[in-house]
Nanobody, 125 residues
Framework: QLHLAESGGGSVQSGGSLRLSCAVS????????MGWFRQAPGKPREGVAN???????TYADPVKGRFTISKDIDKNSLYLQMDSLKPEDTAVYYC???????????????????WGTGTQVTVSS
């Protein structure tokens, strides 16, 4: 049974850093497209970053140059390193997994089949 579990969220001040982790079971992160998404209060879910089976990454414009998505094949985990955080990054962050090797255009992720329960990130000014 596929299971995704996010961790690493928390509260930081503007300019700080956090590293989100997504532990995966029942699924091989090496073989498929995976992504990070976020949803702020009162706003629709949006894509943050995704990564292909071959490691090619895509980022949303608001996080380019500040966030880095990666995966560890040995630990079967997905990560999101978030630097230079801004108050507008405050949201619940979700990892998601698809069953295709190549990611499509980074959108709100409705094509992704599997989701974690999310981890809260709060950035204060």
């Amino acid at each position: 049974q596929l299971h995704l579990a996010e961790s690493g969220g928390g509260s930081v001040q503007s300019g700080g850093s956090l590293r989100l982790s997504c532990a995966v079971s029942g699924y091989t992160v090496k073989s498929y497209c995976m992504g990070w998404f976020r949803q702020a209060p009162g706003k629709p879910r949006e894509g943050v970053a995704n990564i292909n089976s071959d490691g090619i990454t895509t980022y949303a414009d608001p996080v380019k140059g500040r966030f880095t998505i990666s995966k560890d094949i040995d630990k079967n985990s997905l990560y999101l390193q978030m630097d230079s955080l801004k108050p507008e990054d405050t949201a619940v962050y979700y990892c998601a997994a698809d069953r295709v090797p190549r990611c499509g255009i980074l959108t709100a992720g409705y094509e992704f089949n599997y989701w974690g329960t999310g981890t809260q990130v709060t950035v204060s000014s």
